[in-house]
């Protein structure tokens, strides 16, 4: 005991540099007042191996406080400061043994993020006095066993303290079916950065994507939930900082709980919290779900010589898997560093996680990057593991929307169709399908049939719906739908990686020319394809996602990797509504999700079966040849790219709430992936007897088909054709 710790005992005085006990429960920072009415703060860190933990509080000027925690309960080490107010900036440093063979790495040198801190403040700069081990050491091949002892405090952020004031009690979450979701995914800062109607000074931020002139445009839209980009604290890599660029899409986590700073209009103090559920409630305001992109299967921690922030210096073995040396780390992500899920207390940071982003931050879903790599075992990816298992029985997080990305760049991590109930996956078969066929690289329909139809041979097995499949054409990773029909290379350039990122296999057919261009047959025809795409995937069976701006014709430049470019190249243009021919694809892309909306048959809740429900009765989908006539087994393998795809609202087998049977309009889609016009007739009795066009992507405006006639599907075109309930036999 120290001499003023002696003297404060014998006064009867609690120590003020010495923690009250506190609670071992919940883990974090939390703000309370006592029976007293007095206001503290209770700190709790799990850290079952540690030989000793400091909170650091740090004041204004950068000074900074040490105070060790000394109770420890159940492996947490906990302690309650009185005085301590929302708003202070704190960290750990965490005392243990340094040996790296066996995957131990404590270093208190390092100042560590609190795993569980609600905000967080400053960023992370890039300094070999982050890094645990000595990086300058002569020998690399033994570096990262040798400890560095310098102070990282200076180069790393701190915690918040937050207070915990919001019940949600005036909130009312739009909980929109699976079958009628429209997913958009989009940036917070890239959404509105240069939109004309959002103050400049909200550009940006979640309170700029809070703003009506946001809103407005996707309400106008009509999509039914915003898929966002990594909203977690995240960090900027290295060789990033170094290159004088930014991580802008944000897949490299440092907080689970904290709301991304540097998004905030208010402040980093904790007023970040506060803003982002202000964007919650807003956007809910309009009907519209709010869907995090959450990065759980790596850290911004990076391999054994990237920065000391937080997991690593406070359990590095009980956190991330190591390698069979266990002075490495197993990478199954490709950044470094897996999230090791089968250790129990890193499924509870996950859930814990899931959790506090419902109830606490009222968002309505995750979609999971690389979320093969959360389920794998010991001996591969298996989907009865642990973490999977965690969410499936969870009482909360089993009832909101769950998406995985089903891959990762590990042995047998490719995953697609093989999530269970409960999981919806982003579907890349579709993707390249459609790409394929509108490109021409794949004349043959075998591929799209399935793909147009909810993707059965993926997801029917075990129970799972059509809207299992997330269908898409573009994500944030890749060419735009623009530069999909504009470019058919790569141009990576200003990444400052010698073009050598991004993937080479991208699908695309510049249409004659590679890149802009002012020849006006060329343009047409993108534009063309453009409408086709855009058609396709609002058309199909499933449950669609658009990117943010392909509906204003948004560009790149041919960039496929624009992780790193936070301007103009990312962020949206709105100047293109004021060219006519992006208003007419924005003004298409509305009406199509209208459609969609308005017609149960276009989002089907169950697989098709091909048969009729009654004998005698219409089959609920049938597929037709350019002659009129259903197709035979040679027909899906001709090289000719032609489709006719009938979905009939009289054979549908739904019921509605009340259990009453569904009926629709029927619609007949068809599609022409071949240059040149095509004659189709449309199919006879027992068919529908009477089209009117809906859709034309080669002849914007109405026209009538008539009656058992022959309609022209010009090159690269597709029709859809509704046949009203009145005229669906002849």
């Known amino acids: 005991m120290t001499a003023r710790q002696q003297r404060t005992a014998h006064e009867g005085r609690p120590d003020p540099a010495v923690p009250w006990p506190g609670s071992w429960q919940p883990l974090g920072a939390r703000f309370r007042t006592d029976q007293d009415g007095r206001p503290g703060t209770n700190f709790?860190?799990?850290?079952?191996?540690?030989?000793?933990?400091?909170?650091?509080?740090?004041?204004?000027?950068?000074?900074?406080?040490r105070h060790p925690l000394t109770e420890r309960t159940f492996q947490t080490w906990h302690g309650y400061l009185p005085g301590v107010l929302p708003g202070t900036r704190y960290g750990y440093r965490v005392h243990g043994r340094w040996d790296p063979w066996t995957g131990a790495r404590w270093n208190p040198a390092k100042l560590l993020l609190d795993p569980y801190a609600r905000a967080v403040d400053g960023s992370y700069t890039a300094h070999d006095a982050t890094c645990a081990a000595v990086r300058g050491w002569p020998e690399q091949d033994v570096a990262d066993t040798v400890r560095d002892n310098r102070d990282s405090a200076p180069y790393v952020p701190k915690a918040v303290v937050v207070h915990d004031d919001d019940d949600w009690y005036d909130d009312q979450r739009p909980k929109t079916p699976w079958a009628e979701t429209v997913l958009y995914e989009l940036h917070v800062r890239g959404f509105t950065m240069r939109h004309p109607g959002v103050p400049r000074?909200?550009?940006?931020?979640?309170?700029?994507?809070?703003?009506?002139?946001?809103?407005?445009?996707?309400?106008?839209?009509?999509?039914?939930?915003?898929?966002?980009?990594?909203?977690?604290?995240?960090?900027?890599?290295d060789h990033l900082q170094q290159r004088g660029l930014t991580n802008y899409w944000g897949y490299n986590t440092l907080g689970f709980f904290a709301p991304h700073a540097g998004y905030a209009a208010?402040?980093?103090?904790?007023?970040?919290?506060?803003?982002?559920?202000?964007?919650?409630?807003?956007?809910?305001?309009?009907?519209?779900?709010?869907?995090?992109?959450?990065?759980?299967?790596?850290?911004?921690?990076?391999?054994?010589?990237?920065?000391?922030?937080?997991?690593?210096?406070?359990?590095?073995?009980?956190y991330y898997r190591l390698d069979r040396s266990r002075r490495g780390y197993a990478d199954y992500t490709g950044c470094g560093n897996t999230l090791d899920t089968r250790q129990p207390h890193a499924v509870r940071l996950i859930t814990d996680s899931l959790r506090y982003w419902v109830t606490e931050m009222g968002v309505d879903g995750f979609r999971f990057d690389l979320a093969a790599a959360l389920a794998r075992g010991s001996d591969g990816v298996e989907m009865h593991h642990p973490f999977l298992g965690a969410v499936s029985q969870d009482p909360l997080l089993s009832r909101v929307k769950l998406i995985a990305e089903p891959w990762d760049v590990g042995p047998g991590g490719y995953q697609v169709g093989g999530f269970p109930p409960l999981w919806a996956e982003w579907n890349d078969k579709?993707?390249?399908?459609?790409?394929?066929?509108?490109?021409?690289?794949?004349?043959?329909?075998?591929?799209?049939?399935?793909?147009?139809?909810?993707?059965?041979?993926?997801?029917?097995?075990?129970?799972?719906?059509?809207?299992?499949?997330?269908?898409?054409?573009?994500?944030?990773?890749?060419?735009?739908?623009?530069?999909?029909?504009?470019?058919?290379?790569?141009h990576n350039e200003a990444n400052g990686e010698q073009n050598r990122d991004g993937t080479d296999d991208n699908r695309s057919w510049n249409c004659g020319v590679e890149g802009e261009t002012e020849d006006p047959e060329v343009r047409g025809l993108r534009v063309r394809q453009l409408r086709n795409l855009m058609s396709t995937l609002l058309l199909s069976t499933g449950v669609p996602m658009l990117t943010a701006g392909d509906e204003l014709g948004r560009t790149q430049g041919g960039n496929n990797n624009a992780y790193c470019q936070d301007n103009e190249t990312s962020w949206l243009d709105w100047t293109l509504l004021a060219d006519p021919q992006w208003r007419e694809l924005t003004a298409l892309t509305g009406t199509l999700i209208r459609l969609r909306r308005r017609h149960p048959v276009l989002r089907q809740r169950a697989f098709f079966s091909g048969r009729a429900a009654e004998p005698g009765g219409q089959r609920d989908l049938v597929w037709f040849n350019a002659r009129g006539k259903e197709m035979t087994e040679g027909d899906w393998y001709a090289p000719d790219g032609v489709l006719g795809m009938l979905l009939s609202g009289s054979a549908m087998s739904e019921r509605d709430e009340h259990g009453c049977e569904l009926t629709d309009d029927s619609f007949l889609l068809l599609l022409n992936g071949g240059s040149v016009d095509v004659p189709f007739t449309l199919p006879g009795e027992p068919w529908p007897c009477r089209y009117e066009t809906v859709v034309d992507t080669a002849r914007p405006g109405p026209q009538d088909p008539g009656r058992g006639g022959v309609v022209t599907l010009a090159g690269r075109s597709l029709q859809l054709l509704r046949a009203p309930a009145g005229h669906q036999a002849g």
């Open 430 to 490: 579709y993707r390249d399908a459609v790409r394929d066929f509108w490109r021409g690289a794949r004349l043959d329909v075998r591929e799209l049939g399935y793909r147009l139809s909810g993707s059965s041979d993926l997801y029917q097995r075990g129970g799972r719906r059509p809207y299992a499949s997330v269908n898409f054409v573009t994500a944030h990773d890749g060419f735009t739908l623009r530069d999909l029909v504009s470019y058919d290379r790569k």
């Open 201 to 237: 000074e909200l550009r940006g931020t979640y309170a700029g994507l809070a703003h009506p002139a946001a809103i407005g445009h996707l309400v106008d839209l009509g999509v039914t939930a915003v898929e966002l980009l990594p909203v977690h604290q995240y960090a900027d890599e």
């Open 266 to 318: 208010s402040g980093s103090r904790g007023q970040q919290v506060g803003e982002f559920k202000r964007m919650v409630r807003a956007l809910h305001a309009a009907g519209i779900e709010v869907i995090l992109d959450v990065v759980y299967n790596h850290t911004a921690e990076s391999g054994v010589m990237g920065p000391s922030l937080s997991l690593r210096g406070i359990d590095n073995a009980g």
């Open 44 to 65: 709790a860190l799990w850290a079952p191996d540690a030989e000793a933990v400091e909170l650091c509080l740090f004041a204004e000027d950068g000074g900074e406080t």
